[in-house]
């Protein structure tokens, strides 16, 4: 069964700094990779997708890599900013269409 | 873009009770949609995989007579907890594939909802 796993649980940094947020996965044969942010209480905003044959897509301030053969994805965060503070979350697309999700990474930025 | 609401957003109710959740496609038509489930601070859990005119596919571990769920529709999933215990409080986010986008990156895109947070007493 795919496992997805979210490094690090929490990050706190001040603001304008860049950061990286890690999530690897044990199965490699995914659809694709999706990057999500959740606010405390709230639901799901998609913030980047990308698909199995991409190595990479970029979103404003935001740069998402997958690297499928080693089950790795990175999302970038340049000059991070208070309004950034949530829940990461990455997901995997497995062949029947579910979503597996990481554990998540709590993001603090301190102005 | 493609919209899935969720009713109602957040319930309260007894121990032993049943509760009822929505989730709806807006502007598509949902042959497949999914339920997951967040306990606090932790990621979401797949629970099931609705099918429209047919029985659910559960993951394992997720009880099927304790989480009911019914795809009457296209676009419509219902999950009904029955016999609700405080154990049971949680987060329930649905999420809901359009099968008629085939033609862009979009058809990869599955749209959640907004969540319903369910507490039992």
């Known amino acids: 069964k795919q496992e997805v796993t979210q490094i690090p649980a929490a990050l706190s940094v001040p603001e304008g700094e860049n950061l990286v947020l890690n999530c690897s996965f044990t199965d490699s044969a995914i659809y694709n990779l999706q990057w999500f942010r959740q606010d405390p209480g709230k639901g799901l905003t998609s913030l980047l997708l990308?698909?199995?044959?991409?190595r990479e897509q970029t979103s404003g301030r935001l740069n998402a890599s997958l690297d499928k053969s080693s089950g790795r994805s990175t999302l970038y965060i340049a000059a991070s900013q208070p309004g950034d503070s949530a829940t990461y979350l990455c997901?995997?697309?497995?062949?029947?269409?579910?979503?597996?999700f990481g554990t998540g990474t709590s993001l603090t930025v301190i102005p | 873009g493609a919209v899935v609401s969720q009713h109602p957003s957040r319930v309260i109710c007894k121990s032993g009770t049943s509760v009822k959740i929505e989730c709806r496609s807006l502007d598509f038509q949902a042959t497949t949609m999914f339920w997951y489930r967040q306990f606090p601070k932790k990621s979401l859990m797949l629970m099931a995989t609705s099918n429209e005119g047919s029985k659910a596919t559960y993951e394992q571990g997720v009880e099927k007579d304790k989480f009911l769920i019914n795809h009457a529709s296209l676009t419509l999933s219902t999950l009904t907890v029955t016999s609700a215990h405080p154990e049971d409080s949680s987060f329930y986010i649905c999420?809901?594939?359009?099968?008629?986008?085939?033609?862009?990156?979009?058809?990869?895109?599955?749209?959640f909802g907004p969540g319903t947070r369910l507490l039992v007493l």
């Open positions: 990308i698909q199995s044959s991409q």
């Open positions: 997901a995997v697309r497995g062949t029947g269409n579910q979503f597996y």
């Open positions: 999420s809901a594939r359009d099968p008629a986008l085939r033609t862009s990156e979009i058809q990869e895109t599955q749209y």
